[in-house]
């Protein structure tokens, strides 16, 4: 069975701080989103990696695939409480298409 | 392009009752996943259709099912209602004849059961 493990499940930090948010497994993934979902909402698409060591930004926000693509990393510069809400990684498998999620991160930035 | 859309967005239904939720994927998109959500489990795969067919199935059980239109329209169906399918379900469409398939969600339909 595959599996995606994020860590931490639970983050509390001050506004202004940095932090990363992980996201691992031992399967090979043609491709890793990470979605923001905010309470009562779907998860929204925050970005696509698809290159081994592939590193994309989205203003304050760093994402990085591994090189081996297995696993991902968010990470959050001078976070705000906007920041605020469930993180998700999902990975593609590349043998059939099937998308697993991690569990979340849930993010709470306090003023 | 507009996004996924679901319908109901609330529902209120008791024990017991069935229910039918509805999900119109992103124009172009033939795969349509479905999901259960609760603070306890997070995200559960229900099942993923295209072109009219099951594709993949998760594990629940016989009461949760699904169907596809040929306009890529999905429904959901939950036969006798218990308290444990209050829920949000999502709904998510993506294309499934590229280098990689992006999935993208509706806003979700929050059932309660009572």
């Known amino acids: 069975t595959q599996l995606l493990e994020q860590s931490p499940q639970f983050l509390s930090i001050q506004e202004g701080e940095n932090l990363t948010v992980y996201c691992n497994s031992s399967s090979v993934f043609s491709s890793l989103q990470w979605y923001r979902q905010e309470p009562g909402e779907g998860p929204v698409l925050l970005v696509t990696?698809?290159?081994?060591?592939e590193v994309k930004k989205l203003k304050r926000l760093t994402f990085q695939f591994g090189d081996a693509r297995k696993d991902s990393s968010l990470h959050i510069t001078a976070a705000q409480p906007g920041d605020t809400g469930l993180y998700l990684c999902a990975g593609e498998n590349n043998r059939d298409d099937k998308i697993i999620f991690g569990k979340g991160t849930r993010l709470h930035i306090l003023p | 392009k507009a996004g996924v859309t679901q319908t109901p967005r609330y529902l209120i239904k008791t024990r017991g009752q069935q229910v039918t939720l509805s999900c119109s994927p992103i124009?172009?998109?033939?795969?349509v996943s479905w999901y259960q959500q609760t603070p306890g489990q997070g995200l559960q795969f229900l099942f993923e259709y295209f072109s009219e067919t099951q594709r993949n199935k998760g594990n629940f059980p016989g009461r949760f099912s699904g169907r596809q239109f040929s306009n890529s329209r999905s429904e959901m169906n939950v036969s006798t209602l218990e308290l444990g399918d209050s829920a949000l379900y999502l709904c998510?469409?993506?294309?499934?004849?590229?280098?990689?398939?992006?999935?993208?969600f509706g806003p979700g339909t929050r059932l309660t059961v009572l």
């Open positions: 124009s172009g998109h033939r795969s």
């Open positions: 990696v698809v290159t081994g060591g």
């Open positions: 998510a469409s993506r294309t499934l004849n590229t280098r990689y398939n992006e999935q993208f």
